[in-house]
């Protein structure tokens, strides 16, 4: 059975701290991982990574693939109050089905 | 990114009463779009995948006859919760996909229901 496993399942850090935020996971034929965050409503894009190493960037986020491994990590550095949110991992799978994980809260303290 | 809208953001209904709730894709054209569950704290849950001119998958566990999705043209798929109950009270979102194999997918707002 397809799985995506975030972890970890919650993290509270101060304001200027650096994050790494994990997701592993199981698909029957992997297409893209993709990264969500979700304040209160629904989740906005982050990233999508079909691709080994290739490290992907916005500002203070940035993600990474590894396909032999089957893990992905979004770093967030300078962290701030803003950041906190529900960050989402998903994979799209050959069954073109998006398999969430169950999510890392982070809250960040002022 | 492209837009997907959806309506109504939140919504209130007497039980045994029925919801119909749109999602649009704005500017692009969507063959599949998803339609999602959300409880408190916790991840979506995929409830059907609806494909444009064909009946709709729905997940192990989803009651077709209680959340019926139709996706009649590239642009709009409705789910209409029927006969609600407290217990359909949730944060539903859609979200669509464009033409392209690896699949980057766009939300919804969502919507907020709520049975009384």
């Known amino acids: 059975e397809d799985k995506v496993v975030q972890s970890p399942l919650s993290l509270v850090v101060h304001e200027g701290d650096t994050v790494t935020l994990n997701c592993s996971y199981e698909v029957t034929n992997f297409r893209s991982l993709l990264w969500y965050k979700q304040e209160k409503k629904a989740p906005t894009f982050l990233f999508m990574l079909?691709?080994?190493?290739i490290e992907k960037k916005s500002g203070r986020l940035s993600s990474i693939l590894d396909k032999k491994e089957l893990f992905s990590i979004l770093n967030i550095t300078a962290t701030q109050t803003g950041d906190s949110a529900i960050y989402l991992c998903a994979v799209f799978s050959g069954t073109y089905k998006y398999i969430f994980g169950t999510g890392t809260r982070l809250k960040v303290l002022a | 990114g492209a837009v997907v809208s959806q309506h109504p953001s939140w919504v209130i209904c007497k039980s045994g009463t029925s919801v119909k709730i749109e999602c649009r894709s704005l500017d692009f054209q969507a063959t599949t779009m998803f339609w999602y569950r959300q409880f408190p704290k916790q991840s979506l849950m995929l409830m059907a995948t609806s494909n444009e001119g064909s009946k709709a998958t729905y997940e192990q566990g989803v009651e077709k006859d209680k959340f019926l999705i139709n996706h009649a043209s590239l642009t709009l798929s409705t789910l209409t919760v029927t006969s609600a109950h407290p217990e359909d009270s949730s944060f539903y979102i859609c979200?669509?996909?464009?033409?392209?194999?690896?699949?980057?997918?766009?939300f919804g707002e969502g919507s907020r229901l709520t049975v009384l």
């Open positions: 979200s669509a996909r464009e033409s392209s194999w690896t699949g980057e997918l766009f």
């Open positions: 079909t691709s080994s190493g």
